[in-house]
């Protein structure tokens, strides 16, 4: 008998194929408490667990006993309860590697578009307000041969930083938990303290997990001790800075201008105060939202659920150790 697993989030159909070939699926919306009670039989006797989005936690895992692996489609896992699932020796899989350059890809879009006030000039033309040629009113910044730093040197900080170095001959600063040997050697990425990082880069790019030491990471502090010509992107995960101290300082000016795309509540409400302020791009969490990307996360998930049932797990785990 084939093991019982929950889908939720739809698939590609070949990759539906490929799961309904390996597993017995039943297919939900979602995995709140409402979907559960509704298909309580099923979570109950459910080993795998394959979507994104919605929260993995005590409650849910209580009415799953018989779960052995969780396969988020996502790198971030912020969502899943870690040490509910060691407790429970319930695999945690994810798909980190996929959506690098594409991440990476999006991160530089919001660097140049925040510099350049791209989308801000699209609606001025676009208004018929291009009357004459454009004045300092309608300058941006550059952005070759600037000084970028990054937060968070993983494999999303290395790509951005080799389109930064390579394509536009920026300086590379890091704040990361190690060296990266690579990023020196490759890009002459240069290791500092988050204070240093903040007060000499003129761009500063966010690609941290959420966690308990990451959250308001960046608030009113952090802020004050960038440049006021600074321009701060944020690709990671919205809770890493306080959107409200991020306000304010895009406001009085001690901030030039912000790239986001996450934000603390998502989606982010229609009336938040950020999306009034021109001197903010704002995307809906696209950093891997394209066709092929999403495609190469969905693979992913599929054959990480696979594999952990199979007993096969060699990559793209969490929580490894479990499995001694």
């Known amino acids: 008998?084939?093991?019982?697993?929950?889908?939720?989030?739809?698939?590609?159909?070949?990759?539906?194929?490929?799961?309904?070939?390996?597993?017995?699926?039943?297919?939900?919306?979602?995995?709140?408490?409402?979907?559960?009670?509704?298909?309580?039989?099923?979570?109950?006797?459910?080993?795998?667990?394959?979507?994104?989005?919605?929260?993995?936690?005590?409650?849910?895992?209580?009415?799953?006993?018989?779960?052995?692996?969780?396969?988020?489609?996502?790198?971030?896992?912020?969502?899943?309860?870690?040490?509910?699932?060691?407790?429970?020796?319930?695999?945690?899989?994810?798909?980190?590697?996929?959506?690098?350059?594409?991440?990476?890809?999006?991160?530089?879009?919001?660097?140049?578009?925040?510099?350049?006030?791209?989308?801000?000039?699209?609606?001025?033309?676009?208004?018929?307000?291009?009357?004459?040629?454009?004045?300092?009113?309608?300058?941006?910044?550059?952005?070759?041969?600037?000084?970028?730093?990054?937060?968070?040197?993983?494999?999303?900080?290395?790509?951005?930083?080799?389109?930064?170095?390579?394509?536009?001959?920026?300086?590379?600063?890091?704040?990361?938990?190690?060296?990266?040997e690579e990023a020196e050697s490759r890009f002459g990425a240069r290791a500092c303290d988050l204070e240093t990082l903040l007060k000499e880069s003129d761009f500063v790019c966010i690609s941290l997990p959420l966690t308990e030491q990451t959250h308001h990471m960046i608030g009113a502090a952090q802020l004050k001790l960038m440049k006021p010509s600074a321009i701060l992107i944020n690709a990671g995960r919205g809770p890493v800075v306080d959107e409200q101290a991020l306000t304010a300082a895009l406001k009085d000016g001690t901030l030039h201008a912000a790239g986001l795309d996450v934000f603390e509540v998502e989606p982010v409400p229609a009336d938040a105060e950020i999306l009034t302020l021109p001197n903010v791009v704002a995307l809906p969490h696209i950093g891997s939202a394209t066709h092929e990307t999403r495609y190469g996360m969905a693979r992913d998930a599929v054959d990480n659920l696979i594999a952990a049932l199979n007993g096969k797990v060699d990559k793209n785990c969490v929580n490894p150790q479990i499995q001694a």
């Open 1 to 180: 008998m084939k093991p019982a697993v929950i889908l939720y989030k739809s698939l590609p159909d070949d990759l539906r194929a490929k799961l309904d070939d390996h597993f017995s699926v039943t297919e939900v919306k979602d995995v709140s408490p409402e979907t559960v009670k509704q298909h309580a039989e099923q979570f109950a006797s459910a080993q795998g667990l394959l979507g994104s989005g919605g929260k993995v936690d005590d409650e849910l895992l209580a009415a799953m006993p018989a779960l052995r692996a969780c396969s988020t489609v996502s790198v971030g896992y912020d969502n899943f309860d870690v040490d509910a699932l060691n407790q429970r020796h319930v695999l945690l899989m994810h798909t980190p590697t996929v959506l690098t350059e594409t991440v990476a890809d999006t991160m530089m879009a919001l660097v140049l578009s925040t510099a350049r006030r791209v989308p801000e000039l699209d609606k001025w033309v676009k208004a018929g307000q291009w009357q004459k040629s454009v004045g300092p009113a309608e300058f941006g910044i550059d952005v070759h041969h600037k000084t970028l730093g990054i937060l968070g040197m993983g494999r999303i900080g290395l790509a951005l930083a080799q389109r930064a170095h390579f394509g536009f001959g920026m300086n590379i600063l890091y704040n990361a938990r190690r060296q990266h």
